[in-house]
């Protein structure tokens, strides 16, 4: 009778491999994570996410659908039972299923939470006192940027007149001052109107000078001794740009230039350009 069919034996489905599950390879994707943020071990991992992708079923057939070594999953179930992250179902065989999710991991994510909030609260407290002390430091750096002749150094230029909120004082030699106007007289007009002080410092004589004098119809224009190639731009005592002028004639007009928006930087600057130049910011 070996065609006769055993009744002991139930249809059996064709069993769609891992392969083929997409759920369970997202599943396998976030072991990793499980074993950082929980602290479960790897093989513990395999096994309870298998348990989350396959549901209520017996050791054997969980050891055929996990990468873990069929000796070890029994041990690993047991300890997953005391996590509170499995329950054993009594029968024969033995029956596992996992725990729901959000019961068993709310009380690691709460003490997570609370951890994350407390080290905020750390960080803070160590800023405070860093600020305190950092005076009393030593030497540290200041971020300071540099743009050569390849970067578009007249954008950055309005970039910075356009930040002014109060005051503009500006720096520079006769070329420096028509590069300035011929550049951005549109946007000194609109800062004017919107209620920036503009104040312009350079050489010309607005009695004598026929650009100075018109500009000196709009802003305030004073005359001062610059006899280095420079333009110098300071937005609200708060951040300010230093650039090199190219001879005239040349293809840029601009060389080069540095800008922050360190204070200390800008009062250092400040203190120099005073020192270096006659009377220069003497109206100021």
């Known amino acids: 009778?070996?065609?006769?069919?055993?009744?002991?034996?139930?249809?059996?489905?064709?069993?769609?491999?891992?392969?083929?599950?997409?759920d369970y390879n997202d599943l396998l994707k976030i072991w990793p994570k499980?074993?950082?943020?929980?602290?479960l071990s790897e093989y513990e991992s395999k096994v309870y996410l298998s348990l989350i992708d396959l549901g209520t079923v017996s050791a054997r057939k969980l050891s055929l659908n996990c990468d873990v070594p069929r000796t070890k999953v029994y041990g690993t179930l047991k300890k997953l039972i005391d996590y509170g992250?499995?329950?054993?179902?009594?029968?024969?065989?033995?029956?596992f299923a996992p725990a729901n999710p959000?019961?068993?991991?709310?009380?690691?994510?709460?003490?997570?939470?609370?951890?994350?909030?407390?080290?905020?609260?750390?960080?803070?407290?160590?800023?405070?006192?860093?600020?305190?002390?950092k005076e009393k430091m030593g030497p540290h750096q200041k971020i300071v940027w540099f743009?050569?002749?390849?970067?578009?150094?007249?954008g950055k230029c309005n970039e910075i007149i356009r930040q002014s909120e109060e005051e503009l004082k500006i720096l520079t030699t006769e070329d420096g001052l028509e590069i300035l106007f011929n550049a951005a007289h549109r946007l000194l007009d609109e800062m004017?109107?919107?209620?920036?002080?503009?104040?312009?410092?350079?050489?010309?004589?607005?009695?004598?000078n026929p650009l100075a004098r018109e500009l000196s119809y709009i802003y305030q224009v004073k005359q001062v001794e610059v006899d280095t190639p420079i333009l110098f731009i300071n937005s609200d005592n708060k951040r300010f740009m230093l650039a090199k002028l190219t001879p005239r004639g040349s293809e840029k007009?601009?060389?080069?230039?540095?800008?922050?928006?360190?204070?200390?930087?800008?009062?250092?600057?400040?203190?120099?350009?005073v020192d270096g130049q006659k009377n220069l910011f003497k109206a100021i």
Do not use: C, W
């Open 85 to 95: 992250l499995v329950v054993e179902m009594p029968g024969h065989p033995k029956q």
């Open 192 to 208: 004017q109107e919107s209620g920036v002080e503009i104040k312009l410092y350079s050489p010309l004589d607005p009695k004598v």
């Open 102 to 133: 959000g019961e068993s991991f709310n009380t690691i994510l709460t003490i997570t939470k609370e951890k994350a909030t407390d080290f905020d609260q750390i960080i803070r407290q160590l800023d405070e006192i860093h600020e305190k002390r």
């Open 253 to 273: 007009p601009i060389e080069s230039a540095m800008f922050t928006e360190d204070v200390e930087l800008l009062e250092l600057v400040h203190l120099l350009l």
């Open 1 to 22: 009778m070996m065609d006769q069919e055993r009744p002991d034996l139930p249809d059996k489905a064709p069993r769609q491999t891992r392969e083929e599950n997409p």
């Open 34 to 39: 499980i074993v950082e943020y929980i602290g």
């Open 147 to 154: 743009l050569d002749k390849d970067h578009n150094i007249k």
